[in-house]
Antibody, heavy 117, light 113 residues
Framework: DVQLVESGGGLVQPGGSLRLSCAASGFTFGTYWMHWVRQVPGKGLVWVSRINTDGRTTEYADSVKGRFTISRDNAKNTLYLQMNSLTAGDTAIYYC??????????WGQGTLVTVSS | DIVMTQSPDSLTVSLGERATISCKSSQSILNNFNNKNYLAWYQQKSGQPPKLLISWASTRESGVPDRFSGSGSGTDFTLTISSLQAEDVAVYHCHQYFSSPITFGPGTKVDIK
């Protein structure tokens, strides 16, 4: 079975940094594009970033460009999101999700990031 | 960016009755070369991640009950639950994957009357 397990969330002060991880299993990780999507509890889904299979092509939402970096380690079957210069507006549940013919078929359970002093 | 809107924001429907959700995109998400609409629907139950129900506007994912159906083309789409069951209580999101950045609608909350 496909599994995506996020970790690394928590409470961080404004201006701080966090690194999220997403451990993938049950499929050939290195053959799929991967995404991060976030959601403020009770609100809608917002795409954050995506990365291609070999990690050389990345895209970001304007709201995080220059502050967040997506990366992957195909040998470790792990996706990452390095988040710097965090603000209260980045507070959300962050989901790791697998691209499947452009739709998002598999999602992790999410990890909560809270930016507050 | 393509803006997705949904209506209504929420609806309450009696068990066994029909629920209909509308989703509109700010520009066409129909690919004229393959005649496919790049529109998906997700169901999100409380405390859970989204679950993909329908892709390509009308193709149900494996295991999704046939009371769920998607329709529409271009900029106007509909998700229909033909006979609402208790387990269908959730927020439903539409999603366009026609162009980057991919975008989602704000969600429609479905409850039992």
């Amino acid at each position: 079975d496909v599994q995506l397990v996020e970790s690394g969330g928590g409470l961080v002060q404004p201006g701080g940094s966090l690194r999220l991880s997403c451990a993938a299993s049950g499929f050939t990780f290195g053959t799929y594009w991967m995404h991060w999507v976030r959601q403020v509890p009770g609100k809608g889904l917002v795409w954050v970033s995506r990365i291609n299979t070999d990690g050389r092509t990345t895209e970001y939402a304007d709201s995080v460009k220059g502050r967040f970096t997506i990366s992957r380690d195909n040998a470790k079957n792990t996706l990452y999101l390095q988040m710097n210069s965090l603000t209260a507006g980045d507070t959300a549940i962050y989901y790791c999700t697998r691209d499947s013919s452009s739709t998002l078929l598999y999602w992790g359970q999410g990890t909560l990031v809270t930016v507050s002093s | 960016d393509i803006v997705m809107t949904q209506s209504p924001d929420s609806l309450t429907v009696s068990l066994g009755e029909r629920a209909t959700i509308s989703c509109k995109s700010s520009q066409s998400i129909l690919n004229n070369f393959n005649n496919k609409n790049y529109l998906a629907w997700y169901q999100q139950k409380s405390g859970q991640p989204p679950k993909l129900l329908i892709s390509w506007a009308s193709t149900r994912e494996s295991g999704v009950p046939d009371r769920f159906s998607g329709s529409g083309s271009g900029t106007d789409f509909t998700l229909t639950i033909s006979s609402l069951q208790a387990e269908d209580v959730a927020v439903y999101h539409c999603h366009q994957y026609f162009s980057s950045p991919i975008t989602f609608g704000p969600g429609t909350k479905v409850d039992i009357k």
